[in-house]
C-alpha cells in the first residue's frame, strides 16, 4: 500500500472519530464500554475501575482498548435504526473522503472480529495467520510495526481486510493467551446451544415463518458476542499480568528474598566433588539425606550466635545445585563454590523457583548469572542446553494444562492429544520471545511425542 494510500486511511479514520465525539453517537460509545467494564467487574467480584484508569492512563496499551471498542461501535446498529454509524458517516459526508479512505471504513463496517492463531512471522514485514474456525486457510497479513513483537502460536483477536491487494489488521488487535481463547470458546458454544433451542422451538411451533429471521439474529448474535467476549477476556489477561505491588521482604543479609537455585554443571565424577564438599568447613551434612549439605554461616557460629543456613546443595549425577533465597546468596554461593571446585563445575544457570519471578524473566524460569568474561554465544548455547534438557524432562512429568498428565500420556490419548498440541505451541511461543530460534530447538518435543507438523 502506497503512502498516500496510508494517508487517506487515516485521514477518514480521523474524521470518524470526530463524528462519534457528536450526539448520540458518544452516547452510544459510553454505554457500549460501560457495559462491557461492567461484565469484566462482574467476572473478577470487584470494581474495575481502578485498572481501567491505568490500563488507559499509565500502561501504553489504552490505545488498544481504544480502538477495539471504536471499530465494535462503529460497525453496530444502534437503536431502531438500520444502519451502523459507519454506514450513516459514509452516507453523510462519504463524499468528502479519498477513495482509499472510503474504502477502508466500508470494509472495516463489513469484517468481522474473528481469533486468529499465528504460525510464521517476519518482523518489520507481515505475519501469517490463520482463523481458528478455518485452520486449514492461512493469510498473509502486512503488518510493520505490530509485527516486531509477536512470535508464532500467539492469539489475536481482531479484523482483517483485504485492500489494494494485500490483507492487512484494520487499526486495533489484541492478544489472547490460550486460557483466554478456551474461555471465550466455551462462552459461544454456550450462546450457540441456547440460539439452537430458540430456533427448534420455533420449528415446532405456529411461528416457523419467523425462522430466517431468527437464524439471522442468531448469528449476529454470536458474531457480536465474540468481540464483546473478546474485549472482556483480553482485559481480565491484562489484569492477570498485572500483579499489584507486593511488599518488600528481606534476608539476613539485607537482600530481597527470591527464592532461587543455582544448578552447575559437573566435569568430573560425582564422588570427586563429594570428597571436597565434606570436607568443607562451611558445609554440613544433610541428617538421614545422602548427597546433601547446608551451606551455614561460619562467622556467626564462632561467635556464639544462631547459625543461620544460608542455602541447601544437593548433588545428583551430572550436576550439583544450591538453593538459596537471594540474589546476593546466590552470587556469593557461586564465588564459593567455584572457589572450592575450581574447573570441577561449569558456570551455573540460575533457576527461579517463585511464579511471580519466573514471569518476570518472559516465563522461561532461567536466567544466567554467569561471568562476564563468557561470550554471549556461549551464553546462548548453556541456555539452550538448559532449556532442551528441562523439556526433556518435563515429557514425563504431570502439567495441570494437561489435566495433570505427562505429555508423553496426554499425546497418546485421542481426546486429549489437542490439550498437548496446544501446550507445545504456547512453551514455544514463550521461549521464543525470550530466545528468537527456539522453535526449532525444541522440534525434538514433536518427535517424542509423534506428532507431526501438519498436525500443529
Known sequence: MSKNHRTEIDKAIKHLMDFQQKE?????????????????????????????????????????????????????????????????????????????GRQYLKKLNDAAVKIYEVTDVKPGEYIVVRDIDQPDKKIKVIEKKGSENIVPWTYLAGRVIHMRGQCMFTGAFLPLSHQAVENIKDRLEYTKKDGLTFLKQAMESEDIHLLPDMKAALMAEIEG??????????????????????????????????????????????????????????????????????WLDRAAHEHDQQVPIWGVLTLGEQDLTIRVNSRGRANKAKKYL?????????????????????????????EDVMSDDISPEDRLAIIKDYMIQHYKDTLDQPIPMLDNLTPRVCAKNPKKRHKVIAWYKEIVSRSEKFQPGSAEDLAFILDELNISPEEL
Open 24 to 100: 448520540p453517537y458518544i452516547n452510544d460509545f459510553q454505554i457500549l464500554e460501560s457495559q462491557l467494564w461492567q461484565e469484566v467487574g462482574e467476572f473478577i467480584g470487584e470494581d474495575p475501575m481502578d485498572f481501567r484508569q491505568w490500563l488507559y492512563a499509565e500502561s501504553g496499551m489504552g490505545h488498544m482498548a481504544f480502538g477495539f471498542l471504536f471499530e465494535r461501535w462503529g460497525s453496530v446498529i444502534w437503536g431502531e435504526g438500520d444502519q451502523t454509524p459507519i454506514e450513516i458517516f459514509l452516507k453523510n459526508r462519504g463524499w468528502r473522503e479519498a477513495p482509499a
Open 338 to 366: 567455584k572457589s572450592l571446585l575450581g574447573t570441577r563445575i561449569k558456570q551455573p544457570m540460575m533457576v527461579y523457583n517463585n511464579d511471580q519471578k519466573t514471569q518476570n524473566t518472559q516465563n522461561t524460569g532461567i
Open 225 to 294: 458476542n465474540l468481540a464483546d467476549y473478546v474485549f472482556v477476556d483480553w482485559v481480565m489477561d491484562m489484569m492477570d499480568k498485572t500483579s499489584p505491588e507486593q511488599p518488600i521482604v528481606t534476608n539476613r543479609d539485607g537482600d530481597i528474598v527470591e527464592d532461587m537455585t543455582l544448578r552447575f554443571t559437573i566435569a568430573v565424577k560425582p564422588k570427586t566433588i563429594k570428597k571436597y564438599l565434606d570436607e568443607s568447613d562451611q558445609l554440613m551434612p544433610e541428617p538421614n539425606q545422602d548427597d546433601c549439605w547446608l
